[in-house]
């Protein structure tokens, strides 16, 4: 499973981005997807996550009511839609796929998951 993340960028404080993970080597069926982000000198951080096959969609406290993760079984591609976002919100976004379908409490950890992306950079200037 090769995993593509874009969609990054340098925006304004307030506004948004929607970040896309398109995966290819194979379709997703049971797998669990996850978005998570990194600054520097800190650990890679959860965002949000979302079973292939539907359920719950945890997301990160920080981001709750402002990020939406969302699925396209069809162009096999995970969305992940960032709105009024904040300058902390700064950082490497990572998609990463688990081959599994995930408990929500395991969703949440990194080491969960089997592939990830190359990380897009976005930026939230104040």
């Given at each position: 499973?090769?995993?593509?993340?874009?969609?990054?960028?340098?925006?304004?404080?307030?506004?948004?981005?929607?970040?896309?993970?398109?995966?290819?080597?194979?379709?997703?069926?049971?797998?669990?997807?996850?978005?998570?982000?990194?600054?520097?000198?800190?650990?890679?951080?959860?965002?949000?996550?979302?079973?292939?096959?539907?359920?719950?969609?945890p997301?990160?406290?920080?981001?709750?009511?402002?990020?939406?993760?969302?699925?396209?079984?069809?162009?096999?591609?995970?969305?992940?839609?960032?709105?009024?976002?904040?300058?902390?919100?700064?950082?490497?976004?990572?998609?990463?796929?688990?081959?599994?379908?995930?408990?929500?409490?395991?969703?949440?950890?990194?080491?969960?998951?089997d592939?990830?992306?190359?990380?897009?950079?976005?930026?939230?200037?104040?």
């Amino acid at each position: 499973v090769q995993l593509q993340a874009s969609g990054g960028g340098l925006v304004q404080a307030g506004n948004s981005l929607r970040l896309s993970c398109a995966a290819s080597g194979r379709t997703f069926g049971s797998y669990t997807l996850g978005w998570f982000r990194q600054t520097p000198g800190r650990e890679r951080e959860f965002v949000a996550a979302i079973r292939w096959s539907g359920g719950s969609t945890p997301y990160a406290n920080s981001v709750k009511g402002r990020f939406t993760i969302s699925r396209d079984n069809a162009k096999n591609t995970v969305y992940l839609q960032m709105n009024s976002l904040k300058p902390e919100d700064t950082a490497v976004y990572y998609c990463a796929a688990a081959q599994r379908t995930l408990i929500t409490s395991s969703m949440t950890r990194a080491q969960m998951y089997d592939y990830w992306g190359q990380g897009t950079q976005v930026t939230v200037s104040s």
